[in-house]
Nanobody
Framework: EVRLVESGGGLVQPGSSLTLTCETS????????MTWVRQVPGKALEWVAT???????TYTDSVKGRFTISRDNVKNTLYLQMRGLKSDDTAMYYC???????RGQGTQVTVSS
């Protein structure tokens, strides 16, 4: 059974930092490109960042320079370090295998003063 369990979200003030964690099991994590996506209620799913099996990273323009995606292939865990958070970053964040629809239950990030 494939499991993707996100954690680390919360309510923070603008300018704060958070690190999201996605613990995985049930598939060969090191063999997959992994992705973080986010969604605001009523809006489409938005791609945030991707890390390849060779740790090549790509980011959507709005988070470049503020977010860092990383992976630990020993722990089968994906991370998203978020700095300089803005209100526009408020969303439910999900991890997923690239090009695979299935995702975890998500972790809520709310940025508000």
């Amino acid at each position: 059974e494939v499991r993707l369990v996100e954690s680390g979200g919360g309510l923070v003030q603008p300018g704060s930092s958070l690190t999201l964690t996605c613990e995985t099991s049930g598939f060969a994590f090191k063999s997959y490109t992994m992705t973080w996506v986010r969604q605001v209620p009523g809006k489409a799913l938005e791609w945030v960042a991707t890390i390849s099996t060779s740790t090549y990273t790509t980011y959507t323009d709005s988070v470049k320079g503020r977010f860092t995606i990383s992976r630990d292939n020993v722990k089968n865990t994906l991370y998203l370090q978020m700095r300089g958070l803005k209100s526009d970053d408020t969303a439910m964040y999900y991890c997923k295998r690239h090009a695979v629809t299935e995702r975890g239950q998500g972790t809520q990030v709310t940025v508000s003063s």
